[in-house]
């Protein structure tokens, strides 16, 4: 995977400033169009600045981390070219608004690189293990949603799903090396890797009120 190749082109976009300016205004434009569950501890554009900066640079780690994960479950053959789905999604993406420039764009190109690797982990956790990696990004997920609204970013919900289901087909979680995989799980380990990642979007100001939480 060229984590390289992400890493550059996330860094030349924070490097322009008018790239930052245009994520600011855009998101100043999308504060009143939020749902009353999104709470932003401070400075409403300065927090979510922050967020969307650090969701978007999170991108690379994430993928690093599935593919180590997947090679120690042995699925590694069978997992990357679903990585590589999300890496394209990144440095080549589908069709996007043309109004979408620079940050704003990088943004659009995160969503769909989190959101395969949050369907992925969704399907390690249906099959009785932890999750490709330990990252709660679900919340974050949902705050982007919003700040692209519905209608688009349905679209790219709908890309993912696309991708998952031609590249993960069903006998994968039957193979022997997942069964070994499964079978060789240590719940404190998993604590352990999930105290690592703690949630990024509580960690930077940013939450969500989901519906039937505590």
């Known amino acids: 995977m060229n984590i390289t190749g992400l890493k550059s082109r996330i860094a030349e976009a924070m490097a322009q400033p008018d790239s930052i300016e245009g994520m600011r205004r855009w998101l100043a434009s999308r504060v009143p169009a939020l749902h009353p569950s999104i709470r932003l501890e401070s400075n409403e554009v300065d927090t979510l600045q922050s967020f969307v900066q650090a969701y978007i640079e999170q991108v690379p780690n994430v993928l690093e981390a599935a593919a180590a994960v ?3 479950a042995q699925l590694r053959e069978r997992l990357l070219p679903v990585l590589k789905v999300a890496e ?5 993406p589908p069709g996007l608004p043309a109004e979408h420039k620079g940050l704003i764009t990088l943004l659009d190109e995160a969503y769909l690189a989190h959101r395969l690797v949050e369907e992925v982990n969704d399907l390690y956790v249906a099959h009785g293990v932890a999750p490709l990696i330990p990252m709660d990004i679900t919340r974050a997920n949902l705050i982007v949603h919003q700040l692209m609204g519905d209608t688009f970013a349905n679209q790219l919900d ?4 696309a991708a998952v289901a031609g590249l993960l087909p069903d006998d994968l979680f ?3 090396a997942f069964k070994a ?3 060789q799980q ?8 999930w105290a690592q990642w703690p ?3 509580q960690q930077l100001g940013v939450d969500i009120e989901l519906r039937g939480a505590a």
């Open 186 to 193: 240590d719940p404190a380990g998993v604590r352990q890797l």
């Open 199 to 201: 949630c990024m979007s």
């Open 181 to 183: 995989y499964q079978a």
């Open 70 to 72: 997947a090679k120690e």
């Open 158 to 161: 709908a890309a993912v799903e």
């Open 174 to 176: 039957e193979s022997e």
């Open 88 to 92: 394209a999604f990144f440095l080549q």
